[in-house]
């Protein structure tokens, strides 16, 4: 259940849930969490197609993890660490943001480190928190939005159970010369 913890806006806070399916594992990022951010993020394909910056450094880690405490006490968002299965240990974050609780909408982004991808593990992971946002935010319409050319994030928007729409869509906080492009995928709250 999500705490009523409000900030000074008056918007709750969101605690970072603890999330599994009994093969993947969601939790809270933490500072311990920074080596294996640096070591996945360092791979050319998490920054190619993310805000991630290149070269990715120990203080890049430590400022997102910051970043992602203080969107969480704002109420906006949250960033969870996908763990391997059967340890804690961070091999890819899923998060939440955009979140806009009057209006039932939330966007969910995702990376996940080179040695973990093609498992199944992040389109599990992404149904574990839309199911999570719609039972504690009260998204009734979540979005993902992978790139055009980003082929293995469109199938894990499918097979994690997001409709392709057929919209292109810009988005503004990705950097310069990379906002145009993005596939819209949404799932949409039962009746």
């Not at 050319?44 to 970043?67: G, H, L, M, N």
């Not at 998060?95 to 599990?124: F, K, N, Q």
């Not at 869509?169 to 995928?185: A, E, L, S």
């Amino acid at each position: 259940m999500l705490a009523e913890v409000r900030n000074t806006c008056g918007v709750p806070a969101i605690v970072p849930p603890r999330l599994s399916d009994g093969t993947v594992s969601l939790r809270g990022l933490t500072p311990g969490d920074v080596p294996d951010i640096v070591a996945a993020c360092r791979d050319p394909e998490i920054p190619r197609w993310t805000r991630v910056p290149s070269p990715y450094t120990r203080e890049d880690a430590k400022q997102f993890v910051a970043a992602v405490t203080a969107e969480a006490a704002s109420g906006h968002g949250v960033a969870l660490a996908l763990c391997d299965p059967g340890t804690d240990r961070l091999i890819g974050t899923v998060g939440v943001m955009e979140v806009d609780r009057a209006a039932g909408y939330c966007e969910i982004g995702y990376w996940t480190a080179a040695p973990a991808r093609g498992r199944g593990l992040t389109s599990r992971a992404v149904a574990l928190v839309r199911d999570w946002a719609h039972a504690e935010l009260g998204a009734t319409t979540v979005e993902l939005l992978p790139h055009g050319d980003n082929l293995p994030s469109q199938r894990v928007a499918e097979r994690a159970g997001f409709t392709d729409t057929g919209e292109l869509r810009r988005v503004p906080r990705m950097p310069p010369g990379r906002r145009d492009g993005y596939k819209v995928y949404v799932w949409r709250a039962p009746a």
